[in-house]
């Protein structure tokens, strides 16, 4: 059972894992080396419970006591009570949500070992921002994507953003990192999968017409906002597929283009 711990001083060292949570250049370092990560709201602390990820610690206003009450009570953690005004001095925003958890990471998969047994996976090249990694997650959950494969320069699927806008769909998905890029897209392909590049590009394909629901193994591989995918990872590519667009739209955000993506990547999917 949890330990409820009034805290009324914001230096206090057992609040550690929140400070700076605004400060994004600190806590992508050092979430990652000290192996946690922030857990913001109701839904999503349940969730990463769910997941299995352990909590570390606890950190609520007093007036969400009673609605994690049975999070609290099988928590092996401390759960810190403290004033809404505290809170914000210490993560350096305002807790509308009243609810924070420091959870555990996990070991990462290795790219190897999702791909042994997916069919459907997205590829993301330099995606650092935060909202679309979210965002990405969420709808490859919602649309039935087997595993997601990050570049090394993507940013960090477990930053507090990124969990927050995916409402936890990042404890969904599995993840893992490409060592070497774009050398580490061979592992895709000869793991089977035909790789899909996609871009605004008018050489490019229409999805539609590719009809990739019906390839045995899929990966569909994604660029960052703006710059999209680099020339060495569409050298790479298998085919290059677009999105056709209407009223004179050139491409799509990176978050809305991976939705339709995935759509037509996984509609009519036999099921196992």
Do not use: Q
């Amino acid at each position: 059972m949890g330990e409820l711990i009034t805290i009324d001083t914001p230096d206090d060292p057992r609040l550690n894992d929140y400070t700076g949570l605004t400060d994004v250049e600190l806590r992508r370092r050092r979430e990652p080396a000290e192996g946690l990560f922030i857990a913001e709201g109701e839904k999503v602390i349940r969730r990463a419970g769910d997941a299995g990820y352990a909590m570390r610690s606890m950190l609520l206003s007093a007036k969400w006591v009673d609605t994690m009450r049975d999070v609290i009570d099988e928590a092996p953690a401390p759960v810190y009570v403290v004033e809404p005004e505290l809170a914000e001095r210490v993560t350096g925003y305002h807790v509308h949500r009243g609810a924070l958890a420091s959870m555990r990471r996990k070991s990462l998969h290795s790219a190897a070992d999702l791909l042994r047994t997916a069919r459907r996976v997205v590829v993301m090249e330099s995606v650092n921002d935060h909202t679309n990694i979210g965002a990405i997650f969420r709808s490859a959950a919602a649309l039935g994507i087997d595993a997601v494969l990050l570049s090394p320069d993507c940013a960090d699927p477990l930053y507090r953003r990124s969990v927050k806008v995916s409402m936890g769909a990042v404890f969904s998905v599995p993840y893992a990192r490409l060592d070497t890029w774009p050398a580490g897209l061979a592992t895709v392909g000869e793991a089977g999968f035909t790789l899909l590049a996609l871009t605004p590009d008018e050489r490019a394909e229409p999805l539609d017409e590719v009809a990739p629901h019906r390839m045995d193994r899929v990966a569909l591989m994604l660029g960052a906002e703006g710059d999209g995918l680099s020339r060495r990872a569409l050298a790479a590519a298998d085919r290059w597929v677009r999105i056709p667009m209407s009223h004179g739209v050139d491409s799509l955000n990176v978050g809305a283009a991976a939705a339709v993506a995935f759509y037509a990547v996984t509609a009519g999917r036999p099921t196992e």
